[in-house]
């Protein structure tokens, strides 16, 4: 764990999870289990995946410290064209026990980069894989998958995101991780806009509970931005729902849905906003609806 994980509640930003998740997941296939054959076609295989789908579920706050956090990752299903990753990140407790701070699947692709095109798992890559293979469900690991609405944009939705060279692996493609970045500074862009008083904003202390995303094209490295649009698709009792899309005009590279949760600052205990928070919120929500 880094220092510069943390957010302003002092926990690991969500965004940073899914940094640890790639990371855990190729420590495991080029470091651990099967035979030295095995275990070389797992490596081969990790240079050429692309992530197609994210389901995150943040199950409590996790706090910085010098010593390290646990990850566990498996995989729980294995297709012809793509295979599944499930991941815990804990501490485990000199009684047994656990305090979980995170849940999560991968659906993985093999890639060919040179053709931009997803191909079939060979037959020694199934076998690499069968090496992790373990009994369990991947939905289940990460929760419900929830319900994706139509489209809406709005100009208050509107977020132009910039591609760093930074940001890109070595294929020229937007690592997976950065995306779930787009998203925050797309998601935060719309909270200011729909609170444009500071005091209703900083009031509204939230935190993600839950994150899907699908990749859908690769976003690449290039001077112009890209387009990334956010709205209210549900609000809860204690609870709302942004979902997003990042666009290269009418092409959807990204679509994600994001599970947000008020919370009192002093507690961490949820609470319903308030009705200067709320009305705005429920607002952008009728107008998407309509």
Known sequence: MRWADLDLLGHVNN???VDYLQEARVDMMRHHRGGAPAQQSAQDLVEGLVVVRHEVSYRAPLTFRFGPVSIE????RVRAAS???AYEIFDEHDDGSRTVYLRATTVLTPFVF???RPRRLSAEEREALAAYLEDGDGEEAA???????????????HYPVQVRF???????????VRYFEYLQ?????????LWPSPGDASRAS??????????RVPILHREAAYDAWSWVSHVGTTSMVVESEICDGDAVLARARVVLVFVDPESGRARPPAPEQREPLEAMLGRAAG
């Open 15 to 17: 965004v940073v999870y």
């Open 73 to 76: 990752c498996w995989v729980v």
């Open 83 to 85: 295979f599944t990753m």
């Open 114 to 116: 040179s053709h931009e």
């Open 143 to 157: 929760g419900e998958r929830g319900t994706v609405g139509r489209a809406h944009r709005e100009e208050a939705g």
């Open 166 to 176: 930074s940001d890109v692996d070595v294929y020229g493609h937007v690592n997976n």
């Open 185 to 193: 500074e797309a998601r935060i862009a719309l909270m200011s806009r």
């Open 206 to 215: 939230m935190v993600v509970a839950r994150a899907e995303v699908d990749y």
